[in-house]
């Protein structure tokens, strides 16, 4: 499926992205596979020189879902990449439009978490971080 750069309901579409990344927080793996059943996922465990990650990431057509587990296997992280970067502009203005920005920690503010735009490795990845991480 090809990503619409036009898409009147950009808007609305990315509210619903957002929603899935808020819903699956504090959620274990096999009830995070029954919500998203049908959608394509993949889990994998990712090495650093530290530690071992265990990963989720779902497919949708304009994004890839990402969370990661604690060691109880509960999601502590969620956050999209985009495949394309034709909308990101009308990412950004629906934060802006709808959250506070908060300067000091560079993220907009939801309810109990916060949504920040990173680069990384040449990829934006918008990450809902929650409040807590803050304190």
Known sequence: ?????????????FATLLGYA????????????STFEE?????????DTKEVHKLMEI???EASLMCTFSEKGRCNFSGYIFKSLCNLIEYINYCN??????????????????LRLQLRKKKFIFSLVPLEMFN
């Open 22 to 33: 808020r819903i699956i927080h504090g959620q274990y793996r096999e009830s995070i596979r």
């Open 39 to 47: 959608q394509e996922s993949c889990t994998f465990e990712y090495f």
């Open 1 to 13: 499926m090809s990503i619409n750069c036009k898409d009147p309901n950009i808007a609305q579409r």
């Open 97 to 114: 439009e709808t959250y506070v920005y908060n300067v000091h920690t560079q993220s907009w503010e939801m309810d109990r978490c916060s």
């Open 59 to 61: 497919e949708f057509p």
